[in-house]
C-alpha cells in the first residue's frame, strides 16, 4: 500500500530553521515528482516546492524561494524540505504528495501524506 510519512515539525522561534522529512513506500519513488504543500489555518492549501524524479529541475513558490530548500534520496525513498528564516506566516500543516505528471495542483497529486505541523511563534 502507498504510503507518505512525514516528520519533523514543531514549535520554532522566528528566524529559526526546520527540516521536514517524508519517507515514501509501497510506491516506485524514483518514478515521481515529490511536492511539498501547506495549508495555513483558514486558508486553502498551497503549493510549496517540487522537485523532479531526478532532483535535477526544482520549483519554489515565491514566498519560500530563498529560504526554503527541496531535496531527494531516490536510494532512501526520501524527500527533505530544509526552512530557513522562517516567520510567522509559514505556520501551517505541511503535506508531502507524489505526483506523476509534475503538475504542482494540489488537485493532481496521486498520493498525499497526513500532514506534519509548523508552528513559527513571533
Known amino acids: 500500500q502507498e504510503q507518505l510519512v512525514e516528520s519533523g515539525g514543531g514549535l520554532v522561534q522566528a528566524g529559526g530553521s526546520l527540516r521536514l522529512s517524508c519517507a515514501a513506500s509501497?510506491?516506485?519513488?524514483?518514478?515521481?515528482?515529490m511536492d511539498w504543500f501547506r495549508q495555513a489555518p483558514g486558508k486553502e492549501r498551497e503549493f510549496v516546492a517540487s522537485i523532479s524524479r531526478s532532483g535535477g529541475v526544482i520549483y519554489y513558490a515565491d514566498s519560500v524561494k530563498g529560504r526554503f530548500t527541496i531535496s531527494r534520496d531516490n536510494a532512501k525513498n526520501t524527500v527533505n524540505l530544509q526552512m530557513n528564516s522562517l516567520t510567522a506566516e509559514d505556520t501551517a500543516v505541511y503535506y508531502c504528495a507524489a505526483d506523476l505528471n509534475g503538475s504542482r495542483k494540489s488537485t493532481n497529486m496521486d498520493y498525499w501524506g497526513k500532514g506534519t505541523l509548523v508552528t513559527v511563534s513571533s
Open positions: 509501497g510506491l516506485t519513488f524514483s518514478r515521481y515528482v
